[in-house]
Antibody, heavy 119, light 110 residues
Framework: EVQLVESGGGLVQPGGSLSLSCAASGFTFSTYGMNWVRQAPGKGLEWVSGISASGTDTYYADSVKGRFTISRDNSKNTLSLQMNSLRAEDTAVYFC????????????WGRGTMVTVSS | QSALTQPASVSGSPGQSITISCTGTSSDVGGFNYVSWYQQHPGTAPKLMIYDVSNRPSGVSNRFSGSKSGNTASLTISGLQAEDEADYYCSSYTSISTVIFGGGTNLTVL
């Protein structure tokens, strides 16, 4: 079964840092680009970041550029998102998502992990 | 970059058909055939319903169909069923190698 499981969410103060992880199973992780998508409470979906299959190419939404870093470990089938200088507006459920190709349709989603930025 | 434009809500009676629009620009929807549609029920992860404008993943009902004209994509659901009540989001690849989502449409089955 193809599965994505996020972890690492929690409560953090404004200006703080948090690292999210996504464990992948059931497919050849190293052959797919991967993405993070977030959803603020009661709001719509927002694409956050994407990384190529090899990890050499990374892409970010303007809202997180310079603060968030996406990375992957193909030997451990793990996707990560390092979030620094967190703001209240970063409060959201963060989903790990597998695309059909790379920056396109997301056919597999995790259940998400909640990040709350508050003092 | 602003979100793609979707109506906030649509409604229809069981058995009827509804269409949800998704308007972007020539830098996203109009420039690429990489428009997708997602269904999301409360408290769950989104589910891919349409990809590449009009293709259905395996297991998705053929009551769901997609199309595009210029900078506007559309999702049509025919033979509405109670289980179709959910939020629907469109998305598109963009010219700056990002992904942009629509603001979402809440579908109510009357």
């Amino acid at each position: 079964e193809v599965q994505l499981v996020e972890s690492g969410g929690g409560l953090v103060q404004p200006g703080g840092s948090l690292s999210l992880s996504c464990a992948a199973s059931g497919f050849t992780f190293s052959t797919y680009g991967m993405n993070w998508v977030r959803q603020a409470p009661g709001k719509g979906l927002e694409w956050v970041s994407g990384i190529s299959a090899s990890g050499t190419d990374t892409y970010y939404a303007d809202s997180v550029k310079g603060r968030f870093t996406i990375s992957r470990d193909n030997s451990k089938n793990t996707l990560s998102l390092q979030m620094n200088s967190l703001r209240a507006e970063d409060t959201a459920v963060y989903f790990c998502a597998k695309p059909l190709r790379f920056l396109d349709a997301f056919d597999v989603w995790g259940r998400g992990t909640m990040v709350t930025v508050s003092s | 970059q602003s979100a793609l434009t979707q109506p906030a809500s649509v409604s229809g009676s069981p058995g009827q058909s509804i269409t949800i629009s998704c308007t972007g620009t020539s830098s996203d929807v109009g420039g690429f055939n990489y428009v997708s549609w997602y269904q999301q029920h409360p408290g769950t992860a989104p589910k891919l319903m349409i990809y590449d404008v009009s293709n259905r993943p395996s297991g998705v009902s053929n009551r769901f169909s997609g199309s595009k004209s210029g900078n506007t994509a559309s999702l049509t659901i025919s033979g509405l069923q109670a289980e179709d009540e959910a939020d629907y989001y469109c998305s598109s690849y963009t010219s700056i190698s990002t992904v942009i989502f629509g603001g979402g449409t809440n579908l109510t089955v009357l």
